[in-house]
């Protein structure tokens, strides 16, 4: 079965404690991300938002839609959000950031396989395919973000 691992870094202008804030705020997420559609909470978690989770529902630059859900594994207030994905996708998620004087570097890591039979059978040749609506999907998110925060973007990279 087909894995994928993407790592994605948003440099924004921006301190961290309003990036974080941002970020552990999925509900909010469709106001600024325009790929994605919607976000249902399933369960609240306890006082630091472990085994908090949402229902996310994504329309892909493809065309099709990934719905999965997100159960929040660990949490370090501040600094990172780490999940496990199940649904169309499956595996984890990680949010890292870090201040640099007053530039909040935001690391996400994806690493997922696809549950969807059609994915899964197309997998190998169409990998390129999703990594390239990954990296636009992101990009529309670090986009969103500075806007909704009303910072810059100082840059965006993927490995």
Known sequence: MAEFRFVTTWELEAPIDAVYRAIGDSPCWPAWWKSLRSVEELAP???DGIGRRYRYTWKSRL???LCFEIRVTRVLPGRSIEGSASGDVQGTGR?????EGGVTRVRYE?????ARRWMTLVAPVAGPLF???HHAVMED???G???WLGVRL???TRE
């Open 110 to 114: 994806w690493r997922v396989r696809p």
């Open 131 to 133: 990594a390239w609506n």
């Open 45 to 47: 978690g306890d006082a």
């Open 95 to 99: 949010w890292l950031l870090i201040d």
């Open 154 to 156: 100082l840059r965006t």
């Open 63 to 65: 065309g099709y839609r």
């Open 141 to 143: 998110g670090a986009t």
């Open 145 to 147: 973000l500075a806007r």
